[in-house]
């Protein structure tokens, strides 16, 4: 979402989702079956998709970061935090916010957010 034209990462290329260790990794989760691998409801997803208010802007096609999010290919769009709140929470080196989901760089193994 934020970043200049020449950091431009290919969409779910380079990032895999940092989730909470609680977060059901298999296919027989407890969400319902519906959008995306992840199976989470239309609710659950749009929750999930809905910016955080972090940019004013964002370059990405608002249905593509929908696929990628819920297939599990990208963290969800969450509101960060000024502090950790648990210990497993990551901080991103974009915009210095803590997040509970992340995305990890394959390259350097560095954590991002989604919105950055």
Known sequence: AGGTSGSRIGVGSSYRPHLPSSFPTSLHSPFKSGTGSLGLSKAELDARCRPSGLYPSCQWEPKQIRRLIGDGKL??????????LTKTDRECPICFMYYSESNVTKCCQATICTEC
């Not at 963290?75 to 950790?84: P, V, W």
Request: hydrophobic content about 30%.
């Open 75 to 84: 963290a969800a769009r969450l509101k960060g935090t000024d502090s950790r």
